[in-house]
């Protein structure tokens, strides 16, 4: 398609067992910023079973638009239907932006996407923008072993098409009042035929970890000096009732496993409050903790890169200032009752 047959934003929602997917409304929040900007509509693609209900939930997260296909065949997740169905939608009504999420279901659908309507994906995004003369989406992800940050542009194909990845951003504060236009659409049985069968859903538990349900991440680095130093990271995490998180380094240095790694090979985040304690700040790991609201920083150097995205620092030697903390937030718990 051509850029200039093609408007508005579209975000594809997921939806699993039976719910619409939060991920959906984070992708909501990335793509309101460039609807406002470009002053055009957003809209939410959802396909799903039974999901009609929670439609308008889309618009109290930042939809104009939603466009739904509510179907039996659709209850489980198969690459060729979803892909059909959304080749269909995107012929018809020609979005000049999609953005999916960089889940299972965003890096396997995205790509049969892109390669059905002849544009091109860049995956995995961290951060997105638009030249609003040119209209064009400016992506940018890490690339070259993740040392550069490269701005990747779509200029002669349309849709302009991006993965970002999940909890990269928060979603935006919910609004009851905001409403907007359901589509529902159907489609021939022919569209739900699939060369696959679904069996069963298996969740990897190896890679599940308490970071990404906590609001509160206590995260050691290399500077933590040893393994058995991360004793104190779990034992202020516990008293601020957060979890603990890790670099790279600290991970290969077997200090703790991969699945507490934050960071552009490990897990995005964005909690509420996020310490990096002997942590440097390479852009790697701030890839994967930027968005956090709040971040504190304790490190023995004053130049080191991640007071630049923290709020508040504490110059010094960590392994002198954790027992400190631990021991006056454990006064506060008694003092307090
Ligand atoms: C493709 C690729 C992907 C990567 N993915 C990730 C990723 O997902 N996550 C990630 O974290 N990294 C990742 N990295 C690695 C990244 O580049 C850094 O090497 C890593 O983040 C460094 O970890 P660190 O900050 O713990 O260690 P260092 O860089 O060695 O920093 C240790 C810090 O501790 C401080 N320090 C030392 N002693 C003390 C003390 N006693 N008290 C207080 N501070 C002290 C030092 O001043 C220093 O700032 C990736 C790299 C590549 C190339």
Known sequence: MLP???????????VRNGEINPVSYELLAWGRKLADKLEIELSSIILGNGIKEELTELFHFGADVVYAVDHAKLEHFLPDVHARIYEALVKEYKPEIIIASATTYGRTVMPILAAKLGTGLTADCTELDVDVRERILLQTRPAIGGNVMATIKTPAHRPQMSTVRPRAKKPLTIDNSRNGKIILKSYPPEFYKSKYRWISFEKDESVASPIQESDVIVAGGKGM??????????????????AVGASRAAVDMGWIPYSHQVG???????????????????VQHIAGMSSSEVVVAINKDPDAAIFKVSDFGIVGDALEILPVLIKKLSNEVNENG
């Open 225 to 242: 000096k040893d393994g058995g130093n991360f004793k104190m990271l779990y034992d202020l995490a516990k008293k601020l009732n957060g």
């Open 4 to 14: 200039n047959e093609c408007k508005g934003i579209w975000t594809i929602g997921e």
């Open 264 to 282: 552009l090979s490990g897990k995005t985040l964005s909690p509420r409050f996020y310490m990096a304690v002997g942590i440097s700040g390479a």
